[in-house]
């Protein structure tokens, strides 16, 4: 074998490693949420109570994020790598062994700072080891697919878990697993570091920023049940503003900040970064809706939901490399633009759900949405890896990370109120338009839950729309992202 082969076969194995890393920590997200009706059972505690369990992940996995990206720039993305990994692994056990709510939250947490380190290391990892072109677009491709491979083994993986042994098991799981993953990542990844070495750490800018994303975070999760202008969600609000001036005035006068706002002065990285969070925003915010539609009105079990999430699995992990092929042939813009136009599209098509509507209805635009930003998700993350300097990939994709985990959240929350408030709007339209004429208790009850089910999905149609629509706005702003191919050999280098 010659040695370029083996090179190359090595930079697969790295990739192969990291994307078991990205898909243990993803599942993990997705596969506790199916044991929390459990959970809440064996701890004797609220729904509301166990929403923290979700929400103190939720946090400080947004919290550390910048924070893991700058360290792993600075001391060695492989140490941060391992790191989190063996620390992911310990509260995962931790998690699994837990006997009451504080102590579940307390473990979550540890989980979440450790799972954290992944994404910005990972991305890093990636591109420094293939060469930039068309194998790094390729790499980032497939790697950005094991998400949402991750999103839909969870229910697969956690329902028979959950049924067959209990809930402690989702967490146990990840001990075997763990370790296949860290033998792989010491035997495979190289060190490597930032040329620029950190002389001071940016610890007021990283708490300033971990103060801001807590409230951001917190609001947003909770709005709903707090009421989006209560004293609660209002006191958020003040902290989020007030800690973010704080922060950008620190960062600004920062010789080595934690988020280099000099980013933010290259075209290309702004409307790259604008692109990802209207196209996650809308997609977050209407596929969310999903599993809670199938199984309300078309009658499936949590593993049946799972099962409809699988060819969209399938085709995301099909498009990924496709799309990653054209890379230095096709501008970045058409790509991106087309495939979020695709994805739109299949966003559109939820609309027409009904309680009629067959798991077929579900599958399909499922696939074409998934299908198109599959398409180009290769594009939207190696841009972002080319148009910054190798030694700041990490701070980079950290950012890139906070903004698509921001757009997904702020998604969600946005379009949880507007199912609510359009329900109630819908109810209110189809009773002025409605007449009863009897008074018999059966009859007036059937009447009653009629409107309601219409109301529901009008709504469902409207959240969809909706979320095509933004989806589609996101189609427009990728022409925005211009920029220039060089071909120099096998590498193409961005220009802005």
């Known amino acids: 074998?010659?040695?370029?082969?083996?090179?190359?076969?090595?930079?697969?194995?790295?990739?192969?490693?990291?994307?078991?890393?990205?898909?243990?920590?993803?599942?993990d997200q997705t596969i506790v949420n199916l044991a929390l009706p459990k959970i809440i059972q064996d701890f004797g505690i609220t729904v509301s109570s166990a929403g923290w369990i979700a929400t103190a992940y939720i946090l400080a996995n947004a919290i550390f994020v910048p924070v893991w990206g700058k360290l792993g720039d600075t001391i060695g993305r492989k140490k941060v790598y391992i790191?989190?990994?063996v620390v992911f692994i310990i509260g995962s056990v931790l998690a699994g062994l837990s006997w009451n709510l504080s102590s579940m939250i307390v473990f979550r947490i540890i989980q979440a700072i450790a799972g954290s380190a992944d994404y910005p290391t990972a991305m890093a990892i990636i591109t420094v080891t293939f060469p930039a072109g068309k194998q790094r677009t390729q790499a980032l491709g497939l790697w950005s697919a094991s998400f949402a491979a991750a999103a839909v083994f969870g229910p697969l993986i956690g329902g028979p878990l959950i049924d067959n042994f209990n809930w402690r098991s989702v967490f146990l799981i990840n001990l075997p697993v763990g370790i296949l993953g860290l033998v792989m990542a010491i035997k495979y990844i190289k060190e490597s570091v930032s040329e620029k070495k950190t002389v001071i750490f940016d610890w007021w800018g990283a708490i300033t920023l971990g103060v801001t994303l807590s409230a951001l975070v917190l609001v947003l999760d909770k709005g709903m049940d707090w009421g989006w202008v209560s004293l609660n969600s209002s006191m958020a609000y003040a902290t989020m503003v007030i800690f973010s001036i704080i922060f950008y005035r620190i960062e600004k006068s920062c010789p080595e900040p934690i988020v280099d706002f000099k980013f933010f002065k290259i075209g290309t990285f702004v409307n790259t970064l604008t692109n990802n969070f209207v196209v996650f925003m809308g997609m977050m915010g209407g596929i969310f809706l999903i599993p809670v539609f199938a199984s309300t009105y078309l009658g499936l079990n949590a593993t049946e939901t799972g099962l409809l999430f699988m060819p969209m699995a399938f085709m995301m992990m099909v498009a990924s490399p496709l799309g990653g092929h054209f890379a230095g042939k096709v501008q970045p813009r058409?790509?991106?633009?087309?495939?979020?136009?695709?994805?739109?599209?299949?966003?559109?098509?939820?609309?027409?759900?009904?309680?009629?509507?067959?798991?077929?209805?579900?599958?399909?635009?499922?696939?074409?949405?998934?299908?198109?930003?599959?398409?180009?998700?290769?594009?939207?993350?190696?841009?972002?890896?080319?148009?910054?300097?190798?030694?700041?990939?990490g701070i980079a994709s950290s950012i890139l990370?906070?903004?698509?985990?921001?757009?997904?959240?702020?998604?969600?929350?946005?379009?949880?109120?507007?199912?609510?408030?359009?329900?109630?709007?819908?109810?209110?339209?189809?009773?002025?338009?409605?007449?009863?004429?009897?008074?018999?208790?059966?009859?007036?009850?059937?009447?009653?839950?009629?409107?309601?089910?219409?109301?529901?999905?009008?709504?469902?149609?409207?959240?969809?729309?909706?979320?095509?629509?933004?989806?589609?706005?996101?189609?427009?702003?990728?022409?925005?992202?211009?920029?220039?191919?060089?071909?120099?050999?096998?590498?193409?280098?961005?220009?802005?």
């Open 401 to 496: 990370a906070l903004v698509r985990n921001i757009a997904g959240a702020f998604g969600i929350a946005l379009f949880g109120t507007i199912l609510s408030n359009a329900t109630k709007n819908n109810i209110l339209k189809i009773a002025d338009y409605s007449t009863l004429r009897s008074t018999d208790p059966t009859i007036v009850s059937q009447f009653i839950s009629l409107v309601t089910l219409k109301a529901q999905i009008m709504a469902y149609a409207t959240v969809f729309k909706i979320s095509a629509l933004i989806v589609l706005i996101g189609a427009i702003l990728a022409l925005l992202i211009k920029v220039e191919l060089k071909k120099d050999g096998e590498k193409i280098i961005i220009i802005d």
């Open 1 to 27: 074998m010659s040695e370029k082969s083996v090179i190359e076969n090595h930079q697969w194995l790295v990739l192969v490693t990291v994307i078991v890393g990205t898909f243990l920590g993803r599942l």
């Open 83 to 85: 790191f989190g990994f």
């Open 334 to 393: 058409y790509i991106i633009a087309v495939s979020t136009l695709v994805a739109a599209i299949g966003l559109f098509f939820f609309s027409f759900l009904d309680p009629k509507s067959t798991v077929w209805d579900i599958i399909i635009p499922l696939s074409i949405m998934a299908f198109g930003l599959g398409f180009g998700m290769a594009q939207r993350t190696s841009l972002i890896a080319s148009i910054v300097p190798e030694n700041e990939v």
